[in-house]
């Protein structure tokens, strides 16, 4: 075969790649339309980007602030992003980009934001404040700016930051060994009148390791929880990948200072015990309530601690006795799907909440359920009320657009 003919293959069959690829880039555009509730943030799973640690707060002037950060083998897990929305969450919009913030709480605290978390996976304890709604944050450089705690190999999710007893209390973990048998558990708390920003002002708890109870293989992402009695607890996710209903509560002192394990009374039944939650109570019905990855009869006898594709609200009145009221969100595919790692607050009759959420986007859908391709916001209207199982909530009358479905 002569060279030039050999050019005109070549060119040819580039020109015809070329435009292959963009036809298949043409024709592959997202489709969100059957995404459950309103879409915060999108990252395909071919980005290598994955979306984490949901968190949320709401400002003195009505506005909601969401937060999430980035996992994935196309990331160096240490960004997390800001999110507004003026609407209650009907639309959003993206104020910024912190580096070196990671799995960190949202709260509110005499009117000014704050996000309290690590530096990166495994990194320092480091908070930051904002004035501003979310646009402008300060930087963590020294123990008088927000490093709290400079040595490494800290663990925690977005949990609750719990204001009593003139405090603000909440749970971290250590890393001194393999995940996550090798977490010891603690607490960290400071005056609620204090310099947040000043390491001075924050005292730790002793640091509680896992005791090896099988079939159990450690604790993880606390959260502090003020009891009936006015005690305040620690209560964990316990990983267990066979049936995954347990709990692990945690007594912490009066003082901060010293937190405590019973084995023989400290594992609570908590439906979706397993995977990351949220505990909070509520003053009006005096309930404590959470969205869990309850694993739905329908599931059962897979890897419980990866099936995340149900979304189930609970509540107890003493923490210990938990009942499953509602499945609010479910898909009949555990491996590809999830409504997980959710945080959530109450308003007034209404539940609002940010997932991260692994589910189709007509480009392949996410990496795994896991690997959560969206963030998404969703509102449970008239929570209180809902005392249920169905699964189907499209006929739902109080499910509407930008609320959850």
Known sequence: MSNAKKRFLVTGLGLWCALSLFGCAESRQPD???VPGVIVAHSPASSGVYLGSPALAVLPGGEYVASLDYFGPGTEMNTNSIYRSSDQGTTWSKLTEIKGQFWSSLFVHRG????LGTSKRYGSIV???STDGGATWTTPTDHSTGLLRSDSMYHCAPVPVVQNRGRLWRAFEKQTGEWPSGFQALVLSAPAEADLLSAESWTSSNGLVWGGWEPCKGWLEGNVVVTPEGTLVNILRVHERVRGGKAAMMTLSED???LSFDPATGFIDFPGGCKKFTIRRDDVSGLYWSLTNWVHP???GGDVERTR???ALISSSDLRHWLIRSVLLHSPDPRQ????YVDWLIEEDDLIAVSRTAYDDGLGGAHNSHDANYLTFHRVRGFRLRDDLTTDRTSDPSVEP???R
Do not use: A, K, P, W
């Open 32 to 34: 969100q339309t059957r």
């Open 112 to 115: 000014m934001l704050y996000v």
């Open 127 to 129: 908070i930051r404040r």
């Open 256 to 258: 901060g200072t010293t």
């Open 298 to 300: 329908d599931d059962e």
């Open 309 to 311: 594709n149900t979304l």
């Open 337 to 340: 799907t999830g409504f997980q």
């Open 402 to 404: 930008g609320g959850l």
